[in-house]
Nanobody
Framework: QVQLVESGGGLVQAGGSLRLSCAAS????????MGWFRQAPGKEREFVAA????????YYTDSVKGRFTISRDNAKNTVYLQMNSLKPEDTAVYYC?????????????????WGQGTQVTVSS
């Protein structure tokens, strides 16, 4: 069992930056693919980024490429999402998730554990 706790959300103006963190419990953190998803009001939860256990491979949805960076520190059992050049359309609740599979998957159903989410609001 893995427990995930996100932090770092908040209110920021368009063009600003935020760094989200997700702290994981357990001793096998480095074996999990970690992902970030987001859900805006009235919309389905969507994939944002994912990173392999070693940190060597990452994958991003097109809308955040060049603006967001996913990283992890396995010694601290933490995954990060650095978000730059934020836009109002990035406003959503952001969730981190853990996948026992080694694949970089973008589907919600592929992930086994989820955090409670952190709100990110970008004002125009």
């Amino acid at each position: 069992q893995v427990q995930l706790v996100e932090s770092g959300g908040g209110l920021v103006q368009a063009g600003g930056s935020l760094r989200l963190s997700c702290a994981a419990s357990g001793r096998t953190f480095s074996s999990y693919v970690m992902g970030w998803f987001r859900q805006a009001p009235g919309k389905e939860r969507e994939f944002v980024a994912a990173i392999r256990g070693s940190g060597g491979s990452t994958y991003y949805t097109d809308s955040v490429k060049g603006r967001f960076t996913i990283s992890r520190d396995n010694a601290k059992n933490t995954v990060y999402l650095q978000m730059n050049s934020l836009k109002p359309e990035d406003t959503a609740v952001y969730y981190c998730a853990a996948d026992k599979s080694p694949l970089l998957r973008i589907g919600v159903a592929g992930y086994d554990y989820w955090g409670q989410g952190t709100q990110v609001t970008v004002s125009s």
